[in-house]
């Protein structure tokens, strides 16, 4: 198949690309990078022209109000292009319990691009994925003071962003969905719990303190922990950590 991976050159993109190519497909990068601009619409048609998937791995260039706004006009933009170009299957990477967060601008801006595929008319398939272990070192800088990190103790299942390209590569190279896989890491912990045992296999000897209210993670309400139906991946933290 030949398989349009939009955020093609970014971390979990790349690794998708590579993973699709491997198994036989033509998976085909695309980014700014590569002249493509999901917001002006440069490029789209282009690069959705002639696929049979596309898979959108972009986001939003920061996690304000301003999200809302790229999740809309790129998905009109993308999928716009994908209808006229007949395009079968339409991917995209979101976040388990997503839509339990109201609290976050940033995670009800993932659910209306959640709700823009849902409209789009294109079969479609939608991977939500635990939150990265590779972004668990800035979470970490958000609220760091000193010798301190203050870090509530909002429950996380980290995954490995190899695990979520995975998932994202095995998605994309079958049947459309028309619904939900949710994908995540196989171990739950606080998030001062992971703060500690970053910082010790890093050998950096600030101490975590406990604050419920640091952080965007602060404001989480709901459930971002993997479901009943979750597909759990292999990588545990401290394994990723120590291959680091």
């Not at 209808?83 to 997503?98: N, T, Y």
């Not at 912990?189 to 890093?202: N, P, Q, S, V, Y």
């Not at 404001?219 to 120590?242: M, Q, S």
């Amino acid at each position: 198949m030949k398989i349009a991976v939009i955020g093609g050159t970014g971390l979990i993109g790349s690794q998708v690309v590579k993973n699709l190519v491997a198994a036989g497909h033509e998976a085909v990068p695309h980014a700014l990078s590569t002249g493509v601009d999901v917001i002006t619409g440069v490029g789209v048609d282009d690069a959705v022209a002639g696929a049979d998937v596309v898979v959108n791995l972009t986001n939003s260039p920061t996690f304000d109000d301003a999200s809302p706004a790229f999740f809309q006009t790129s998905m009109d933009n993308l999928l716009g292009a994908s209808a006229k170009a007949g395009v079968g299957h339409f991917v995209i990477l979101s976040i388990v319990g997503v839509d339990q967060v109201p609290e976050l601008v940033y995670y009800r801006a993932k659910v209306l691009q959640e709700d823009v595929l849902r409209a789009g008319g294109v079969p479609f398939s939608i991977v939500r994925a635990t939150q990265f272990m590779e972004f668990i070192g800035a979470v970490l800088s958000w609220t760091a003071d000193g010798e301190r990190v203050r870090l509530p103790r909002t429950p996380i299942q980290p995954i490995a962003a190899a695990d979520v390209a995975a998932a994202v590569s095995e998605v994309a190279a079958d049947a459309p969905l028309n619904g939900i896989r949710n994908v995540a890491g196989p171990e739950v912990f606080t998030l001062d719990d992971l703060g500690r045992i970053t910082l010790e296999a890093k050998g950096d000897s600030r101490s975590v303190v406990v604050d419920d209210t640091a952080g965007m993670f602060a404001e989480v309400k709901g459930d971002i922990t993997a479901p009943a139906d979750a597909h759990i991946a292999p990588t545990r933290y401290t394994d990723w950590l120590a291959a680091g």
